[in-house]
């Protein structure tokens, strides 16, 4: 995330939920919060990269 620009706190505040959830959804965390955290992050990082 850090080669993208953001910091975990950065995409937190952009999708409306805390770090320490971001940070578990990266980790690979299978409830159902960090899977749809995971396709939202995607989604921002993919537009951030084509914007690049």
Not at 14 to 29: C, E, N, P, W, Y
Not at 32 to 42: A, G, N, Q, V
């Amino acid at each position: 995330m850090l080669r993208a620009g953001f910091k975990q706190k950065e995409l937190a505040e952009m999708l409306g939920t805390s770090q320490a959830q971001v940070s578990r959804a990266i980790k690979g965390a299978t409830d159902p919060k960090s899977i749809e955290l995971r396709e939202k992050m995607t989604k921002i990082l993919n537009m951030h990269e084509q914007e690049a």
